[in-house]
C-alpha cells in the first residue's frame, strides 16, 4: 500500500470503531448532539497517528482501536467546548454549524463533558494489560497541564495580545501535548521500550508545533470551503499565532523546520517510520 | 469517636488532600477558577462516603485519599457546568457567587473540563492496585449513562415537565450514581469481595434516592441562607421533582422508606455499618 491506500486503510478502521462508540441507551438529544460532532468525518489524524504508531511495532492493531476512538472523542469534546460562544464562538466547523447552533449551548456542553467521559469509560473498558499507562498518558495531555492550560492561555492572550513565551507556551499545550499523546499511547500499547517512547515524544512534540504552525499560515492565506471552518478569525480576534508574532515568512521556516525535525526523531524506527515521516511532509504541502 | 466527630475526622483529611490538589503550574487564572469551586467548603459528602466504606474494611484510608478527591472534583465540576446560564442559571452556590459569575463563562466550562481531567489524572496517577478498577467504576457512573445522562433527562423535563418515569431515572443517574461510585470505589480499594460490593451498590442507590428526595423537599420547606443555595428555583422552572409528582406528603414517606432500605443494605457488615447508617438517618431529620 502506497500512504494514501494506508491512511485510508487507518481512517476507515477507526470510521468503523466511532460509528458505534456511543452507546445506544444514552437519552436523546444528547445521543445524537455526540454523534453529530464526533461523526463529522475530519482527517481522523489523532486516531491515525495512534494506530500508525502501534503499527510500527505490531501489525494487528485491533485492540489499539478503542484508544483511537478515545482519543478522536477527547479532540472532539475539545472542540465543541471551544466552538461555544463563552470561548471563540464559531458557528462552523467540519463544513457544518457547531454543536451549539444545532442542539443549544446547554446539550453542547453536556455532548463535551459526554465525551470526555466516554473517552475514559472506553479505554477503563479495554481489557489491555496497557490500558492503565495509556489512560495516564492522555489524562496527562489532555488536562490542566496539557491542552485545558494551552486553551485557557489562548483565551487570555486574546485579551493580552501574547508574547512570544506565549506563543510557544500554546502551541506546545493547546495543540502538540494532544499529538503527542496519540504516539506514546500507541507505542505503549505496542510494548515500546524506553528509547522507543523518547523518540516517539520527540516526533510528537515536533509535528504538533508544525500543525499548529501551518494552521497560523492557513487562517491566513487559506480557503474557507477547503478548510471546512471560518478563516480570518485568528486576526479578527487579535489571537497569539505565529504569523502575528513572527510573520508569514518566518512561519513558513518554522513550519518547515519542525517537519524535518519531525522526521529525524523518527530515525530510531527505520523504515517502519516512513508513513509517519510522510504524514509530517504531506501536512507542510498545504503551505508551500 | 461519635458520629460528628468522626464525620469532621475524614472531612478534615479531604480537605487537607483537596488544598493540595490543584498542582501549582496550572495557568491564571485556570487555577484560581479550580480551586475557588474545589475548596468553597460544604458537606463532602461523596468523598466522605468513600473514606468511610473503605474504612468498613480497612482502618488507615491514606492511600483511598486521592480517590476520594478525585471524586470531590468530578462532583464540583458537574456543579460549575450545571450552574452555567444555558444549563440551571445559578448566580449561588455554597453560599457565593457561582464560578461564572466571579471568572466568566468561558474560564467557568474550561474549570469544569479541568477538574474532570484532573480527577482521572490524580487517580492514574495513583500507584494502588485497584486505581483501574476504581477509575472504571467512576467512570461509568459520571458518564453518559451515569451523572450526564441525569443532567439531560433533567434539562428536557424543563420543557415536557416529566413524568414518573422520567422523575426515577433522573434521581437514580443525576444523583444516585454519584453516591453509588464512593461505596463501590471505598469497598473496591480496600479488598472487598462480591458480596460486599452488592451490598455496597444497594446502599449507594437508595441513599442516592432518599438524598435527592431530600433535596428537593428542602428546595420547597428550606431556608436559603442555612442552605447556601437559591431555594424555589424548582418550581419556578417546573423541574420534575418528587414533591411536584407525587406532593409533599409522599416525598416525605419515600425519603424515610429509601432512608430505611439504605440502612438495610449495610446489614452484612455489622457495627462497621453503623457510621454510613447514622449518616443516611441524619439527612432525613431536616426534613422531618
Known amino acids: 500500500m502506497n500512504y494514501n491506500e494506508q491512511y485510508d486503510f487507518y481512517r476507515r478502521a477507526i470510521e468503523e470503531t466511532l460509528q458505534a462508540i456511543v452507546p445506544c441507551d444514552v437519552p436523546q438529544p444528547l445521543q445524537d448532539a455526540m454523534r453529530y460532532s464526533l461523526l463529522a468525518g475530519g482527517k481522523r489524524l489523532r486516531p491515525v497517528l495512534l494506530i500508525a504508531s502501534y503499527a510500527m511495532l505490531k501489525e494487528d492493531f485491533t485492540e489499539a482501536l478503542p484508544f483511537a476512538a478515545a482519543l478522536e472523542m477527547v479532540h472532539t469534546y475539545s472542540l465543541i467546548h471551544d466552538d461555544l460562544p ?3 464562538n464559531d458557528d462552523l466547523r467540519r463544513g457544518r454549524p457547531t454543536c451549539h447552533k444545532v442542539y443549544g449551548e446547554g ?22 494489560p496497557k490500558a492503565f499507562d495509556a489512560m495516564k498518558e492522555l489524562a496527562m495531555r489532555c488536562g490542566t497541564r496539557g491542552m485545558i492550560a494551552g486553551q485557557c492561555k489562548d483565551l487570555q492572550a486574546e485579551e493580552t495580545g501574547g508574547d512570544e513565551e506565549t506563543l510557544h507556551y500554546i502551541h506546545l499545550h493547546k495543540t502538540a501535548d494532544l499529538l503527542t499523546a496519540p504516539i506514546v499511547m500507541g507505542l505503549t500499547l505496542a510494548g515500546a521500550d524506553e528509547k522507543q517512547l523518547a523518540a516517539g515524544r520527540e516526533y510528537g512534540r515536533n509535528l504538533g508545533m508544525a500543525f499548529q504552525i501551518i494552521d497560523d499560515i492557513l487562517d491566513v492565506i487559506g480557503d474557507e470551503k477547503t478548510l471546512g471552518k471560518s478563516i480570518g478569525k485568528d486576526q479578527e480576534e487579535n489571537k497569539c499565532t505565529w504569523t502575528r508574532i513572527y510573520g508569514l515568512e518566518k512561519a513558513r521556516e518554522d513550519a518547515q523546520k519542525y517537519t524535518d525535525m519531525a522526521a529525524e526523531s523518527l530515525k530510531i524506527f527505520q523504515n517502519q517510520g516512513n508513513f509517519l515521516k510522510i504524514l509530517a511532509q504531506r501536512a507542510l504541502v498545504r503551505v508551500q
Chains 1, 2 share one sequence.
Request: hydrophobic share 60%; net charge negative; charged share 15%.
Open 86 to 88: 463563552a470561548m471563540d
Open 107 to 128: 446539550m453542547a456542553v453536556l455532548a463535551g463533558d459526554g465525551l470526555l467521559s466516554l473517552a475514559f469509560e472506553t479505554m477503563a473498558d479495554s481489557a489491555h
